[in-house]
């Protein structure tokens, strides 16, 4: 075989790779419905379509609480094609095969650090253990995931929770106390934050807070 022949079948061989790896890439997000990268993260996350939040749905419609006037139900999070994409996530966390998918592709993306929902919540105790083996099948990932669902944590033996899996009850008012119920936990106060996002262009930066366990509250300014 010459040089050249050589060169070409090396030259088809990439190109199959390179092809195969995309079809996996269009395959994982055809399954779960794709991942979302917010700016001011320092690695990806996942977004349902806060409309169909259990809990902070209700919340919207009452003043003084933390989910009144939320940031997930105005905005680009309204336009169509924002809002196609979080439906069709919706519908993907039925699938059998959604956690094994969910965690190729946060594995693929080769980010340390992972957010679920920064717009919606989890639907169901069964949805809950799914992200469960997620992170699971993802051990070199701290996954943060934060929550109004109290209802759905205290059916979760806290022992269960992966080590890798940071989950935070949110408070439900504003200037409230931190909820009682779960041990780590996030308010919104009028003063008195801990979060610095403000301070540095609505980005975390180096701040890792949410996702440490040693850190039991994390108060978030009113927007």
Known sequence: ?????????????????????MSNAAQRKLITGGL???????????NLPAIHCKTGSKLAQVPGTTC??????????RFPNVMDAMMRRLASISRPDWARTMAA?????????????????????????????????????????PTREAGLLSKIPQDR???NLTIRLSATKVDGP????????????????????PDQGNACRDCR???????KNVAYGKH
């Not at 979302?36 to 996942?46: E, F, Q, T």
Request: proline fraction near 6%.
């Open 105 to 145: 592709d946060i594995n693929a993306r080769k980010s340390r650090w992972f957010r679920w929902h920064d717009s919606g919540d989890i639907q169901s105790v069964k949805h809950l253990l799914k992200i469960f083996q997620v992170c699971r099948m993802t051990p070199d990932v701290a996954h943060w995931l």
């Open 68 to 77: 009144h006037g939320c940031y997930a139900l105005k905005g680009r999070y």
């Open 1 to 21: 075989m010459s040089w050249r022949s050589g060169r070409s079948t090396a030259i088809i061989a990439a190109g199959t790779g390179r092809s195969a790896a």
């Open 178 to 197: 931190a909820p009682g119920s779960w041990p780590l936990t996030s308010t919104v106060v009028t003063t008195g934050r801990s979060c610095p996002a």
């Open 161 to 163: 929770v992966p080590s």
């Open 36 to 46: 979302s990268k917010p700016s001011k993260m320092p690695g990806y996350a996942y």
């Open 209 to 215: 807070a949410c996702w440490d366990r040693n850190i």
